[in-house]
């Protein structure tokens, strides 16, 4: 099974950027969506935006257009570059398909907004 491996997720100010890479041990050529998810402390996993092969993308209301997601299937990425962030946006955020049942998930790469 593909697995994905997240980082690139680290401290931004209020206002702030980041750029989040995930890579797959193997190809996403079949993976006809991935997602970022993202998990706030004491509070359930969450999607956050989606992309197909044809470059379809899905984001939750709270993204407002803050947050890109790109993928390569050719080096098997995912990428979610993020403005304009809040503390609202600090989790840890994962890479998956949206449905089930999932890949194993990875570790995550924890991201943190604050002053």
């Known amino acids: 099974q593909v697995q994905f491996v997240e980082y690139g997720g680290g401290w931004a100010p209020p206002g702030g950027s980041l750029l989040l890479s995930c890579e797959a041990s193997g190809s996403i050529d079949n993976i006809p969506h991935v997602a970022w998810y993202r998990q706030a402390p004491g509070k359930e996993r969450e999607l956050v935006e989606r992309i197909s092969n044809r470059g379809d993308i899905f984001y939750r209301d709270f993204v407002r257009s803050r947050f890109t997601i790109t993928r390569d299937n050719v080096k098997r990425k995912v990428y979610l570059r993020m403005y304009r962030l809040d503390p609202e946006d600090t989790a840890v955020y994962y890479c998956?398909?949206?449905?089930?049942?999932?890949?194993?998930w990875g570790q995550g790469t924890p991201v943190t907004v604050s002053p």
């Open positions: 998956n398909r949206p449905v089930t049942p999932f890949l194993p």
